[in-house]
C-alpha cells in the first residue's frame, strides 16, 4: 500500500491484521509515529526488544562515597581503569518520566531526571 501524495488509512470494523511470514515488518514517518489502543493495550511480545537514541539521566543528588572518588579520579584524569570500566558498562536501569517519557539511569543511581529529559 503506497499513497504518494495523500494519506493512506486502513480501518476495520473488526480487525486489521499485517503479518509476514519470510521477513521483517518496517514501519517509518518523517515526525512521529503513534502507537495507540483505545480500550486494550500494547504488546511487545519478542526475544528481544531495543529501544535506541534513549537519553541517561546523570546523577545529581545521593552520591556514594565511591561514586564521589570515582568522579574525582574522572576529572582529574588520575584514572584509565575508571573510564575504561565506565565504556564497558553496557546495563542500565529504564526510568520513566510522569509524561511516560522514558530514559536511562546507572544502575547504582536513582531514577531521577531533570527539566532536559522529562
Known sequence: ??????????????????????????????????????????RLDAKSVYIKG??????VQGHSSREQQQQQQQHSGRSSSVHQSQKETTIYQLCACASGKLFLARPDGSCQADKSIC
Do not use: F
Open 1 to 42: 500500500l503506497e499513497s504518494a501524495t495523500r494519506s493512506l488509512k486502513i480501518s476495520a470494523p473488526q480487525r486489521v491484521v499485517i503479518e509476514s511470514w519470510a521477513n521483517e515488518i518496517s514501519a517509518s514517518c518523517l515526525t512521529d509515529l503513534k502507537l495507540q489502543s483505545v480500550h486494550g493495550a500494547i
Open 54 to 59: 534513549l537519553k541517561t539521566a546523570i546523577p
